[in-house]
């Protein structure tokens, strides 16, 4: 077997083994619901900020690379404001955060990193991470608030005007609470690791090698942190109740969104590793961070979990497989 082929074997150490073991663990009772929650935090607020300060500090900022992650944003932005219209049909705003954050987030820095690294080494990988840090703003950003607007809005009852509040002080649970809350939480803590690393970097303090090696092990630790929750929340019978909702996220996964992306990019640049990789990252399916931020602001977590199912069944039977024969 080469080298290429055995890179393959990311993909179950990485993805498959975590998620096998937190089913596991849910079956067997082995682990509470409360420290999974306490997993997800932990993965969200320590393991994103210090895997986002060590990579933006190495960060090339150079102008040739700075189109990358501008162009970036569009790998979510497109399908967000797809999304944004075929959340319409739902009228539970719980089904709308869950079925909005399936569609906008793909499985860019886990599954799509492994497979770019599978076909083009470090350049592949490198390319990944540009746009999944992109990724990563647009969660803090778009995803986290409008999850938390979601969840607001479907348990918020409106006070009786016989109780109005008195004062005109920053009150738990007031409008300008929620609006400061919505956007200023722990869960953006990663945030000030993009700017450490940038500020870093702008500084030009060099990142010590010796941190190399732990980035490489972060990355593979955030993985298991991130896909055994995932594996832990699985319920396929009520999951199984929610695949009607999501399969038109198939389509926009894999064929609306790469066609996008194609189009698009050849127009912009011609590296032809930096297209094929391009490629690879749209048609990543849904992404574990769908699960995780659905969790955490109590939206139909089921949702999420159907969609991931259904597409990263659908992206490594048949998706990538293709792709790794055409593209090789």
């Not at 739902?90 to 869950?98: H, I, P, S, T, V």
Request: proline letters at 4%; glycine letters at 6%; hydrophobic letters at 55%.
């Amino acid at each position: 077997m080469d080298e290429q082929n055995l890179r393959l074997l990311y993909v179950l150490t990485d993805l498959v083994a975590p998620l096998m073991a937190g089913y596991f663990l849910k079956q067997k009772h082995i682990i509470s619901d409360r420290n999974i929650n306490k997993l997800i935090r932990f993965n969200v607020v320590g393991v994103y900020t210090l895997l986002s300060l060590l990579s933006f500090w190495v960060l090339p900022l150079n102008r040739e690379l700075a189109l990358i992650p501008l162009y970036g944003f569009l790998f979510i932005l497109f399908p967000g404001a797809i999304g944004l219209v075929l959340i319409r049909r739902f009228r539970n705003y719980l089904d709308k955060g869950a079925y909005l954050a399936s569609a906008m987030l793909a499985n860019i820095g886990t599954l799509g990193g492994v497979c770019a690294f599978i076909l083009y080494n470090e350049q592949g990988f490198a390319y990944a991470q540009l746009i999944g840090t992109c990724q990563n703003i647009m969660l803090v950003l778009l995803v986290f608030p409008f999850a938390q607007y979601c969840y607001m809005k479907q348990h918020r009852e409106p006070a009786p005007e016989t109780e109005k509040p008195s004062g005109k002080g920053l009150r738990k649970g007031s409008r300008r609470w929620d609006f400061i809350h919505m956007f200023f939480s722990w869960n953006q803590l990663s945030l000030v690791g993009m700017l450490a690393g940038l500020l870093l970097h702008g500084l030009g303090i060099e990142r010590p090698q010796s941190l190399a090696p732990l980035f490489q092990s972060l990355v593979h630790f955030g993985a298991w942190t991130a896909m055994l929750p995932v594996g832990f929340l699985i319920d396929f019978s009520r999951a199984r109740r929610y695949l009607k909702y999501v399969l038109d996220l198939a389509a926009l996964r894999f064929l609306i969104v790469p066609a996008f992306i194609y189009i698009t990019s050849r127009l912009v640049f011609d590296d032809q590793v930096l297209l094929s990789t391009f490629l690879i990252l749209a048609t990543t399916p849904t992404a574990i961070n769908a699960v995780l931020a659905s969790r955490l602001y109590q939206l139909r977590v089921d949702l999420a979990i159907s969609s991931f199912i259904m597409t990263t069944a659908l992206y490594l039977l048949l998706v990538f497989p293709a792709l790794f024969f055409l593209l090789r």
